[in-house]
């Protein structure tokens, strides 16, 4: 624990500090910006498979269409009706540069940073993940963000190419969406495996749910630490959280945490971890018998309403990168020259190559509009190339490091 770094310290563990609280009690989330509703792909995922591994890098390459719930987007978790969510939407994940807004870009809010926020704190508070955010804005210290300072935050995603059935998790975004009767229902930010202990991708099933489930620590992660028991029960020390969905995969599972700060994060030994309030909604909603798909998708292209949009996201290896040293290095997309294309022919658009240049290099996670508009210009300042996904850790004595470093971290599920 002591040789990594700071955020990752800080992703495996603040104690939960709440008590476990009665599912109905709990407010159900509420879904952000509009959903993009490709038909569905139908990709063979038969079997569990290594991230990385050889396969479809895109997101859907079809015609969609926006579907909007109309008016201000409504504050997370605020109560709503369950009938509202079938048009709903998810949230993703923006900007690299620090900069003005961006014309091309679809679906970012903003708010103001105080002087006592972090990152973290405001990924639990807006129900993203850490890594979502520190993405959407490159440069900004996320320990220290400085008073005032404008923070970008997703407010939607291009749906992964997936079968739209149950629940769809993308291992890069780091978010798990859930589909009924075809039709999005609505998103969550999630932790996946770490180094060593990386969530499969493949297709799989819900086979069974508990409410407050007892953790039984794997045979590794006793060798690992043999001062683990060989149960622990419900209760704020249990990993699992106050609900857990258990996978075909034998030790898999999706469930909550007593980390929040481990959202957003490579921080599990292979298990879908979600806030409180997140594995809630999706406990009660989901029943045994759901198909859950996971796949590896960084690069996702779709065709909306006034043009081509690309969202692009950090590969794992990025992600890797970011986490070990504030930065990650290019990495181009295969084939996205021509994936562009033949999503551009049938409306005959002029893909601006230089804005998915941009996307490509920048991995915000940012749906980008990438097709241009005849008479319509854009201005967009950009930070200097070696700015960009840069974190300053020089300055690792302040005194919130230092506390984060000098907590006990709980145990990894």
């Not at 692009?312 to 990168?321: F, G, H, K, R």
Request: aromatic share 6%.
């Amino acid at each position: 624990m002591d040789g990594r770094p700071a955020w990752e310290q800080a992703a495996l563990g603040r104690p939960a500090t709440t008590p476990a609280a009665d599912p109905q009690s709990l407010r159900k989330p509420v879904p952000r910006g509009g959903a993009f509703l490709p038909p569905p792909a139908r990709p063979s995922m038969a079997a569990p498979a290594k991230p990385g591994a050889p396969g479809a890098e895109f997101g859907a390459l079809v015609t969609t269409r926006v579907v909007s719930t109309g008016g201000e987007r409504k504050p997370v978790m605020r109560t709503h009706a369950p009938e509202a969510l079938d048009a709903s939407v998810a949230g993703p994940q923006p900007d690299l540069p620090r900069l003005a807004m961006e014309q091309t870009w679809l679906g970012v809010d903003t708010i103001t940073a105080r002087h006592e926020d972090t990152m973290v704190d405001l990924a639990v508070q807006h129900d993203m993940g850490f890594t979502e955010i520190a993405m959407a804005n490159p440069g900004v210290d996320p320990w220290l963000p400085g008073d005032g300072t404008t923070i970008v935050l997703p407010s939607r995603h291009l749906l992964p190419d997936a079968p739209h059935k149950g629940i769809v998790i993308n291992l890069p975004e780091q978010r798990l969406y859930l589909f009924e009767r075809d039709q999005f229902v609505v998103s969550f930010p999630i932790g996946i495996g770490r180094d060593g202990f990386a969530t499969p991708i493949g297709r799989t099933r819900i086979v069974r749910k508990q409410a407050a489930p007892v953790w039984y620590p794997t045979p590794s992660a006793r060798r690992d630490d043999p001062t683990l028991p060989a149960a622990v029960a419900p209760g704020p020390d249990n990993p699992l959280g106050t609900h857990a969905l258990y996978l075909g995969w034998p030790s898999y599972l999706i469930h909550g945490t007593n980390k929040e700060y481990g959202i957003g994060r490579r921080a599990s030994r292979g298990c879908i971890r979600m806030y409180a309030n997140d594995i809630v909604f999706i406990f009660n909603r989901v029943p045994v018998g759901t198909s859950v798909t996971v796949v590896d998708q960084p690069i996702k292209i779709q065709r909306l309403a006034d043009g081509i949009y690309l969202e692009a996201d950090p590969s794992l290896a990025q992600v890797q990168q970011w986490e070990k040293a504030g930065r990650f290095k290019p990495q181009p997309a295969a084939g996205i020259a021509e994936a562009l294309r033949r999503s551009a022919a049938p409306g005959g658009e002029d893909v601006d190559w230089t804005v998915v240049d941009r996307v490509i290099a920048e991995r915000r996670g940012i749906p980008t509009r990438v097709t241009r508009i005849v008479g319509a210009t854009t201005v967009v300042a950009v930070q200097p190339a070696e700015q960009r996904h840069t974190t300053d850790t020089s300055n690792g004595a302040n005194d919130l490091v230092r506390w984060l470093r000098a907590q006990l971290f709980g145990q990894d599920d």
